[in-house]
């Protein structure tokens, strides 16, 4: 209930900040525009029915009061877990949260940074004497899909940690199936990224391989001083 009142009153505080919002989902989208004028488009979204620009409004303000409120709703999710551990691994709790929305924070914020190279190439093979007109909710649902892949992505190291912790898997296990674990890091990226083009598969895929290499190394370092 207080993760969902989290949300709620984020979405408001949003609702009041649209367009200034908006603006900077589209501005990767205007700049490319502006850099690469062969591609013919000027960066505007269209609204293709009556409902369009209120979809995108709430979508947008929705998604984004989400991520406002994932301190709150990760705290929830700890509190939850907390009684069937150990007072050591309670100390825990603020790195884990911490930890959680910094990397979320990093994975929205790689890919909004590597958007306009993925709807670069998108657009690049879509063909010659294409013109590009999106429609705003369209481009609204990739975006934001875009960042909470990135974004959830990136919370897999504190999967990975707080499984070591609590005994589940061992760092030795981790580090044994490291190639299995960045094959099928590659193929989730795959799978997961909405905009199906290499440079976002790429971009994920790399900083999660380090990441699974770190988590494994971090989890031995905790398990290690637990143990003594």
Known sequence: VRSVLAIGVSTLVLLA?????????????????????EFKCDGSLFSLGPLDGFSARMRICLYGGVVLALPVILWQIWRFIVPALSKKEKRYAVTFIVSSVVLFAVGCSLAYWTLDKALEFLISWSGT??????????????????MLAFGVGFLS????????????????????????????IFVAAAVI????????????????????????????LLVRRRAT
């Not at 900040?17 to 004028?37: A, G, M, V």
């Not at 070591?164 to 960045?182: D, E, F, G, M």
């Not at 990224?193 to 031995?220: F, K």
């Open 17 to 37: 900040f649209y367009d200034q919002l908006k603006n900077i989902l589209t501005t990767p989208y205007t700049n490319l525009c502006s850099r690469r004028p």
């Open 129 to 146: 004497d294409v013109s590009q007109a999106y429609q705003v909710t369209k481009y609204v649902s990739l975006v934001v899909l875009m």
């Open 157 to 184: 190291p504190v999967l990975l940690v707080f499984l070591q912790l609590v005994s589940v898997v061992t760092p030795r296990a981790l580090i044994k199936q490291w190639r299995y674990a960045v094959m099928g």
């Open 193 to 220: 990224t909405p905009s199906g083009d290499p440079v976002s598969m790429l971009a994920l895929a790399v900083p999660l391989s380090i990441l699974y290499l770190l988590s494994a190394l971090v989890g031995w």
